[in-house]
């Protein structure tokens, strides 16, 4: 590659490793910055430098580059990228110790992504070589090319790859000294507010033991100097119980051999001479002379373990409100219902739940809930006779037992219903939450026992369902449970049986609706779920989505409907045509929306489908803005430094607020389709969406009109400046292959002149 007599390689390879194995730490980034200077020049490249990965946050950035003379530097470009946006580059860094990338533009179709980067930065060819800490690739040392084609011959990739180890290990020396001083500083901080005793716990090969570090809180438990344990670990270990020492032992040696953290008590000899439970807890690290070393504490648990009690006692009581807590409700339910039967008279078991608790919580913090709740239980317990239980099941539901009604069922429940006036009378009255003036409602089910022949679970449910039916009648009812609640909640148990049933036999299809711009041209797609039942026929998306969502299943649905989109993608993208540049929306409901996984769970199914992500975008509503902003902006964040788009669905129904959109990474909003539906004759309706388009255009986001239904709304859209549409004029939702052939005929302009 170049004239070996002019570049001796195991010189250099010698010099270097003297010089950065003597650096200083403070040093370090000095030399490292030389020697890769060094190597450009040799190497005629136009840029080199260091990329370090952030494992806790999975992202890459350049710490260190030398780039020639008028050469844009990619320093400041290249900071906290996602590495999952480059999958290929990935991959073959961990399968090659040196890449060669002699022309960027026959890059295969799986490296597009990567394609797209490097042509940003004008490279035309690449050398990367792996950079392994602590047995993974954790970096990459590059040469970039712009105007040449390079291939290193193996001589130059050898020389390269010696380079590359001499350089993890001193980066390596650098990420471990910044941790071990950080670690250290927080120790000496720290140690002296901690009840107990920090330690860093040390075992050499050849059988000695010692505490690098001991806090000063081993004097006042076990009467020892932290100065005797620096270098003697074996007065404090004599201490332990004979009984648990080998016990303690085993610990020890079952963390050194797996590497896991150990947790175990054991007794010891206090220094006032008592016997004491101790606590220990640790975290086991290898070091390079294959001692190992224990961190982060010894804790004296003897009250721990005198009130295990106490403890027990406790566990039958809602921590927060001093209320029974449902198992302490269980047996006093069997004590109603055996006394029911004995007596000859009703019970009532009533669940109550706090209308929009969640708005008190999320606005006022969680302090200011949890004291709404002590409240509501104080309440609760002076308005009921002291035979009768309140208990919390955990949230804002409480459940009441109600004991001694008459044996008449109509005479019991006008009874019940007087008591449960008085509870909702009770928690209607203002409260003063630590100077916060609040007033809120409950929603009160009841159901009546009269026998032992029902279980808690059965009258729990009874009650629920009733309690449900209070909040669909307008919140603050109080509702009693008969046999048409359970009619219902029959069939919508029938219908989550039938879509757990259709999710596993792929009764669910995916239809896509075209979106177009003002010329009829089809730039993009909205997919939609749909699901033909064999005993229903066609469900409506209103009716099974909410119940997915209800139940837990729009997770898996969610992901199954993703997963699917992106496979499509991927197909569509090696067609080509129109069909390849399409950007196909998803829905994302909020619950899946906020899983942490969720960025996560996209950049996989980008990986396993082979879906670029600038042919996706994600729908969100408005509901999925209404809580935890910080985390909603830090998840957009993310999947908009992946390349995909984000649009606001519905906007102008639920929780909008320009704070919100100002705040948001977002890039599209979508309007209602009930305000199109009527924008020719609802002066009202024309000018929400007049007002959404001008606010989009303000906020430079797009705007996408649906439920576009006649020539006559879009022609009216159009006028006010709308650029984007969606709706039955141009095409219902279709399968796959239908939607494709329409695709076709668009390409051809039959299509649409006809729209």
């Known amino acids: 590659m170049v004239d070996s007599v002019s570049w001796d390689h195991r010189e250099f390879v010698y010099k270097a490793s003297i010089a950065l194995a003597r650096s200083t730490i403070e040093d370090i980034d000095e030399g490292v910055t030389g020697c890769i200077a060094e190597l450009r020049d040799w190497l005629l490249s136009d840029r080199s430098y260091l990329i370090l990965f952030e494992e806790a946050t999975q992202t890459l950035s350049i710490t260190h580059e030398i780039c020639a003379k008028g050469v844009e530097p990619q320093r400041l470009a290249i900071q906290n990228v996602p590495m999952s946006r480059f999958p290929w580059l990935m991959e073959q860094l961990q399968k090659l110790a040196v890449l060669s990338i002699p022309e960027v533009e026959e890059l295969p179709y799986e490296a597009e992504e990567e394609k797209l980067e490097f042509r940003r930065e004008g490279i035309r060819s690449l050398i990367l070589v792996g950079l392994r800490l602590e047995g993974q690739v954790r970096g990459i040392l590059g040469f970039d090319f712009l105007d040449q084609s390079l291939t290193p011959d193996p001589e ?15 980066v390596h020396r650098q990420i471990l000294a910044t941790r071990n001083e950080r670690f250290e500083n927080s120790l000496y901080r720290y140690s002296d507010q901690f009840p107990g005793v920090i330690f860093q716990f040390r075992t050499y090969p050849d059988g000695r033991m010692t505490f690098p570090f001991i806090s000063k809180k081993v004097e006042a438990m076990f009467g020892l100097s932290p100065e005797v344990l620096r270098s003697d670990a074996g007065p404090l270990l004599e201490l332990i119980d004979a009984e648990d020492k080998s016990a303690f032992e085993e610990k ?58 106490e403890i027990e006692k406790l566990a039958f009581y809602d921590s927060l409100t001093g209320l029974p807590n449902r198992r302490l409700l269980q047996d006093r339910l069997a004590q109603a219902l055996t006394g029911s039967t004995r007596d000859h008279n009703h019970g009532a078991l009533v669940f109550l739940d706090l209308d929009n608790f969640k708005n008190i919580n999320d606005s006022a913090g969680h302090v200011t809930g949890d004291e709404l709740l002590k409240q509501v239980g104080q309440r609760l317990q002076q308005t009921v006779r002291e035979w009768d239980t309140v208990a919390r099941l955990g949230g804002d539901e409480f459940v009441l037992i109600l004991k001694g009604f008459p044996a008449d069922a109509a005479s019991a429940a006008a009874r019940v219903e007087k008591v449960c006036e008085k509870v909702r009378d009770a928690l209607n009255e203002p409260y003063d939450l630590n100077g916060i003036d609040y007033t809120g409602t409950p929603s009160i089910g009841v159901t009546l026992f009269f026998d032992h022949d029902t279980s808690l679970e059965e009258l729990l449910g009874q009650a629920d369902m009733a309690m449900f039916r209070a909040k669909e009648d ?16 029959s069939e919508r148990l029938a219908m989550e049986s039938d879509l757990r049933l259709a999710i596993r036999k792929n009764q669910l299809a995916v239809h896509y609706q075209v979106l177009v711009d003002e010329k009829g041209k089809p730039i993009g797609a909205e997919a939609l779920l749909r699901w033909h039942c064999p005993g229903r026929g ?163 986001l797009s705007a996408v009109a649906e439920g576009v239904e006649t020539k006559g709304q879009l022609e009216r859209l159009v006028s006010m400046g709308c650029t984007r549409f969606q709706g039955y004029y141009f095409s219902r939702p279709l399968p796959a292959t239908e939607f494709e052939r329409l695709l076709e005929k668009s390409g051809t302009g039959e299509q649409r002149r006809a729209w």
């Open 156 to 170: 130059t990739e050898e020389f390269l790859l010696q380079i590359g180890e001499i350089l993890g290990a001193s």
């Open 538 to 700: 066609m469900v409506s998306p209103a009716e099974f989505i909410p119940l997915a969502e209800e139940t837990g299943l729009i997770e898996s649905v969610g992901y199954w409907v993703l997963e699917e989109v992106l496979s499509r993608v991927a197909s569509w993208k090696k067609l080509g045509g129109v069909l390849s540049q399409l950007q196909v929306s998803v829905n994302v409901s909020t619950r899946q929306f906020h899983l942490p996984s969720f960025c996560s769970t996209v950049m996989a199914l980008l990986r396993k489908t082979g879906a670029s992500p600038r042919n996706l975008k994600v729908e969100i509503t408005e509901s999925a803005l209404a809580y935890d902003l910080e985390l909603v902006e830090e998840t957009l964040r993310t999947l908009r430094s992946m390349g995909i788009r984000i649009s606001l669905d519905d906007f102008g129904t639920g929780y909008s607020s320009l704070g919100y959109l100002k705040r948001l990474s977002l890039d599209e909003l979508k309007i209602d389709q009930g305000f199109v539906r009527d924008i020719l004759d609802d002066p009202n309706d024309a000018a929400i969406a007049e007002t959404i388009l001008a606010l989009a255009s303000a906020l430079k």
């Open 474 to 489: 307008g919140r603050n009812c109080i509702r009693f449970y008969d046999a048409m609640m359970q009619k219902k909640v």
């Open 252 to 309: 020890v040696d079952e963390s050194r051999q797996g590497m896991t953290p150990f947790e175990t008590d054991f007794r010891a000899v206090k220094a006032d001479g008592s016997i004491a439970w101790i606590e220990a807890r640790s975290v086991p690290a290898r070091l390079a002379d294959e001692s190992m070393i224990w961190h982060g504490y010894f804790y004296d648990v003897s009250d721990r373990k005198q009130s295990e009690s």
